[in-house]
Structures are given as C-alpha cells and as structure tokens.
C-alpha cells in the first residue's frame, strides 16, 4: 500500500474536522473553554492553539489516543504496546482495517506536525486560527493537497477533545490513553491483514 495515499485517504476520512484542547506554558496566553473567555486576536489564538496543538500529540505519543469519527475509530498505541514495530492504525466499520504510517494521520498530531515542520524550517505555519470566546473554540483553517480544510477545535483540559467540520458537521472524539482490548485488537487485526499482503 503507498504510504502517501493511505495517509490522503485516512485524512479525507478522519481529519476534515479536529478539535483540540488547550494548555499553557511560560510566554504563552491561557486559553480556556469557558464561554466568558477573553477575546483573542488571530496571533494570540494561532500561539494559544498552538500549544494546545503540542500537548495533544505529546499525549497521544505518550500514552496513546482513539479518536472516532462516525463508523471509523484510529488507535495509537504508545511504543511500548506497538505490536511487531507499528503503533497506529484505523478500523471503519464493518471490515475495513488499516496501518497509520505517519503521525499526521491522527487528528491529535496533524496540526502539530504543520507547526513543527514550519517551525523546522524557519516559516510561519500554514494555519489560520480564531477564537471563539462565546463558544470556547478555535477555528482553524488550512490547505491540504490543494484541499481547503476547516475545523472547530474544543479544548478539554488542554488537549484535542473533540473536532468538528463546521461544512459537514462531521465530529470526531478524542479519548486519551486507557486502551482497551477491542482498541488493541485494531492494531493488531490492521498489523496482520497489512503484513499478509507484503509477505
């Protein structure tokens, strides 16, 4: 399977919406969920997301993540119950089970990703964010593979909690660590079928 296109296929599927969870550090503004917060300009949200955007993938990495979205559910596991070296794969009801190659097919890491990578490179990140202190969300919008892709982000105690495409009010559910075995069974049925097909 390319890597690149199961990846497109997952991110048309799961992250056409993301909602993300706020956190703060030293030099960074407090974001928070309640309706009466404080407005923000669209630097002060893009920087405040931005560490929200880090805490959830650090989280999902360190103690795995599941997200669902509809009839589809993405588990990582962290490294140390990956089985036979993966840790990320998505299971969409009723038969379909794939491997997650890269971390930007996580609704918890996809952002970030955007944020580190220009930030690697020296540039600003490719993202518009807004805040909605009435409503406690973060907007955000960016171009993926000459897609247009929205989102309105939650913050539930500083992580992603659940993300919703405001054009198809698709939703998807971020739950952290705590997996359980039908989670775990996910990996391992998408970790099989995938390497049956290489073997």
Known sequence: MNKR???????????????????????EPT??????????????AKAA??????ASC????ASGVVEQTGDTTVVMTPKDKNYKDYNAAYFTKPDTFA?????????ACADWYEFSMADEAGKEAAI????????????????FDGSALKALITVDAGRIG???????????SLKYGNQNAEDQNILVTAVDRYLKTIG
């Open 5 to 27: 296109s199961s990846f497109a296929a997952l991110f048309g599927v799961l992250l056409v919406s993301a909602i993300l969870t706020g956190c703060t550090t030293m030099g």
């Open 31 to 44: 974001v928070s969920a309640s309706p009466t917060a404080s407005p923000m300009t669209a630097s002060e």
């Open 49 to 54: 997301y931005k560490v929200i955007a880090k």
């Open 58 to 61: 650090d989280a999902a990495q």
């Open 99 to 107: 491997v997650i190659w890269e971390l930007t097919g996580l609704a």
């Open 128 to 143: 518009s964010v807004s805040f909605d202190p009435a409503g406690g969300t973060f907007a955000t919008s960016q171009t």
């Open 162 to 172: 659940i993300s919703k495409n405001p054009d198809t009010n698709a939703i998807t």
